[in-house]
């Protein structure tokens, strides 16, 4: 019912900002949360952050906190992540995700039904 695309991913330097943006085709319903996940090269996908689609109650991995900043435009259906202050271990494929998630679950992408392609970041150092 939802679908989900990923925009806004490029190259930057280190120290540089990107901000990429997940539109959802479908309506989000107001249990929903929207996450954005990164895997870079030879790792598992990772938690980067979210936001309750009703609420707007943010959660951030500890690695990105202070840095990145996950907001939402109800009325566009987007949700955009914010990366400031980009380290070169910031560079991977970033995937935006949809599901009903509680404060228990929200980092596990297990608990996510709709997924985006992703786009990549790459940060030069």
């Known amino acids: 019912q939802v679908q989900l695309v990923e925009s806004g991913g490029g190259l930057v330097q280190a120290g540089g900002s990107l901000r990429l943006s997940c539109a959802a085709s479908?309506?989000?319903?107001?249990?929903?949360?929207v996450g954005w996940f990164r895997q870079a090269p030879g790792k598992e996908r990772d938690f980067v952050a979210r936001?309750?689609?009703?609420?707007?109650?943010?959660y951030y991995a500890d690695s990105v906190k202070g840095r990145f900043t996950i907001s939402r435009d109800s009325a566009k259906n987007t949700v955009y992540l914010q990366m400031n202050s980009l380290k070169p271990e910031d560079t991977a494929v970033y995937y935006c995700?949809?599901?009903?998630?509680?404060?228990?679950?929200?980092?596990?992408?297990?608990?996510?039904?709709?997924w985006g392609q992703g786009t990549q970041v790459t940060v030069s150092s």
């Open positions: 995700a949809a599901g009903e998630v509680n404060r228990y679950n929200s980092d596990d992408r297990r608990r996510y039904n709709y």
């Open positions: 936001i309750t689609w009703s609420s707007g109650y943010t």
């Open positions: 479908g309506r989000i319903g107001s249990a929903y949360s």
